[in-house]
């Protein structure tokens, strides 16, 4: 067995007493990069009353986006924008090409 870690056409050949079979189909391995962590900002005062908001955007272009308040998923926060109306410490992991980044800011 072996474990590809990098993109590559991949064969291999078995080796028996001196003698090698042909070289088996070629399979096509493709490793996608991890995207980098976005960055979040605020269009507004992260402070404010009970029954307000602020609006946390990320300017990461993505296949998808996933909102967290601390280590909690948010469920349904799947935007580029979140409003956030409770405290919390808001972080956003984005998906591109099927990988996902680090968490954000």
Do not use: H, R
Not at 32 to 42: E, G, L, R, Y
Not at 69 to 75: E, H, K, M, S
Not at 83 to 99: P, R
């Amino acid at each position: 067995m072996y474990t590809a870690t990098e993109s590559g056409s991949y064969t291999v050949k078995i080796t028996s007493i001196s003698c090698e079979s042909p070289a088996s189909n070629p399979i096509s391995v493709t490793v996608n990069p991890i995207p980098d962590a976005a960055v979040i900002t605020a269009e507004g005062q992260t402070t404010f009353c009970a029954g307000g908001a602020v609006v946390l955007k990320t300017s990461a272009l993505a296949d998808s986006y996933q909102w967290y308040n601390g280590l909690n998923l948010i469920a349904g926060a799947t935007q580029q924008t979140y409003t956030a109306t409770e405290s919390g410490s808001y972080t956003v992991k984005i998906t591109s090409i099927s990988c996902e980044s680090p968490a954000s800011n």
